[in-house]
Structures are given as C-alpha cells and as structure tokens.
C-alpha cells in the first residue's frame, strides 16, 4: 500500500536512467518544481533539449551514475536495466521509481494539478492510469489557473488575521468565511485587511 506524501526536493539528488519519451516526461515533472535532475541515456529525444535544469549524460547505465542519488527514475525500454537499478536502489535503500512497474518501485508519481501552492493529486495505485488520467482533466476544468492567485491572497489574509486577531475561534471563522468568497470577492476582502494592519 502506497502512503501520500509532499516531499521537499531541494537537497535530493535525482537521476533519470533513459532518454525516451516516458523519461522525458518524467523529467518535465520535476522541471515543473524547479528541480534540476541528470539524465544518463545513449540517445535522447529531441524534446529533452528544450528543458531546463536538466543534465544530460551520454552513456548506458552504470551504477556509479546512481551511487549518490536519493531518489532514481528507471525509464529505459530494457527490463533486465530496470529491474538492475531496481536492485541496486532497493540494496542501498534509495527511492526508485520503474516506470510501468508499480511492484518494482518503492514510490510512484501520481497524476496531478498544479496551481500555484495548490496541488492536488490522484492515484489508483497503479491499477488504472487512464482513470487517474480522466479525474486529473476534472479537477483541470475545476480549478482553473485563477486558483494559482487565489491560494496565494488567500494565504496572505490569514497571515493578516492572525497577526491581528489572537482569539483562535475568530481566527478560524474569518478563514472559514473566507474560501466562501469567488476571487474577486476575495481581492477585496485582502485590500480590507491590508488597510487595517497598516
């Protein structure tokens, strides 16, 4: 059974064995969270070129390539390589993800929407991507880009009301009436609060 779980990336070296387009994507992920990464494959597609933070090294796999990684991606179309560094990440106790094999990996990366500081995730545990794929396109029409600035005014008030207010029920109120409000709604409230703690 897999356990939900944010992780902070900042100092955890990743690498990404493969250069096709699932290790791409991979690579885009992690790109989306600012997070550089090195990439070991003979080839890469074309699309690896236009990412940023991102290092590429030309050669087949050898350990010494994932030694001091903490967490490792094998995306390569050869299962003798993956279930290899499946082995020697499970022997050295490393995070290792092999794609399109949940029972090999020790973390998955599930489907996923970003907005800003709101992230909200979805997972099958590996028995239907394509379901995790439709629920991730809802929650995409649902909460669109708008909620990027939402979930940051939002989180900029209730810092405002609790410099401001020390009783821990009001406190909980005002939040509460708060993810009430549309965003403009919420602007306007922001600009009260900023007023007031002037």
Same mark, same amino acid.
Request: aromatic share 10%; proline share 2%.
């Given at each position: ?22 290790? /791409? ?51 390569? +179309? ?36 970003? &907005? ?27 909460? +669109? ?12 008030? &209730? ?5 401001? /207010?020390?009783?821990?029920?009001? &406190?909980? &109120? ?25």
């Amino acid at each position: 059974m897999l356990y939900p779980i944010n992780l902070e990336l900042n100092h955890v070296e990743i690498v990404v064995i493969g250069g096709g387009e699932v290790a /791409y994507r991979k690579c885009k992920n992690f790109s989306e969270f600012n997070k550089s990464v090195k990439v070991v494959a003979p080839s890469f597609i074309e699309l690896f070129y236009e990412l940023e933070n991102v290092e590429l090294i030309w050669d087949s796999y050898k350990e010494e390539y994932i030694q001091h990684a903490q967490m490792v991606v094998a995306a390569t +179309d050869n299962q003798v390589i993956n279930q290899a560094i499946e082995e020697y990440c499970h022997l050295h106790q490393k995070l290792v993800n092999v794609v399109d094999s949940v029972s090999l990996s020790n973390y998955t990366v599930p489907s996923y929407v970003k &907005r800003g500081d709101l992230l909200l995730s979805v997972s099958t545990g590996g028995k239907s991507p394509s379901l995790s794929k439709k629920i991730r396109m809802e929650l995409e029409k649902k909460y +669109d880009d708008s909620y990027e600035e939402y979930v940051h005014l939002l989180g900029v008030i &209730r810092q405002q009301i609790i410099e401001q /207010y020390e009783d821990v029920k009001v &406190r909980r &109120r005002l939040i509460q009436e708060l993810i009430k409000l549309d965003l403009d709604a919420l602007k306007e409230e922001g600009r009260k609060y900023m007023s007031e703690g002037e």
